[in-house]
């Protein structure tokens, strides 16, 4: 059936209060290991026993893994935090792999990308502005 522009319903005003993404990895337990203790995120819930789906959140933001086959080809994740390079010494000291390092960049962030233990892109940026070290620099 061909819709006419009389049958199209207007367009609802929608507040989104979250987006999470979920990422599919072969083992949640060791997504969770590596996540917390390396990447610095915490466990919000974990479920199954093993573990087959999981949230873990930086700050306020909440991330998703569950049991799958991943697929990080065209899959990244960006996270807007309060200070990207007080984060990214700590990624460096637990021996993340850094794809990119941080830099200030021509759309307004200073931001960094990482690999995760699955093979995402996982990149991590503040608004130079927001960021009391960033401001300090001579």
């Known amino acids: 059936m061909r819709q006419t522009t009389s049958n199209i319903v207007s367009r609802p005003d929608v507040r989104c209060e979250k987006s999470h993404a979920i990422l599919a990895v072969s083992d949640v337990r060791s997504a969770i290991d590596f996540y917390t203790n390396r990447l610095g995120f915490w466990l919000a819930f974990a ?66 990308t990482v690999r995760d233990s699955s093979g995402y892109r996982l990149t991590f940026g503040h608004h130079p502005e927001h960021c009391a070290a960033h401001n300090e620099r001579p």
């Open 47 to 112: 479920e199954g026993d093993p573990p087959t789906f999981a949230g873990l959140n930086l700050g306020s933001v909440q991330l998703f893994l569950e049991r799958g086959t991943p697929s990080p080809q065209g899959c990244s994740v960006y996270f807007v935090i309060d200070d990207a390079d007080a984060l990214h010494r700590f990624h460096e000291s637990s021996g993340i792999e850094i794809l990119e390092p941080p830099g200030d960049r021509p759309y307004g962030l200073r931001d960094y």
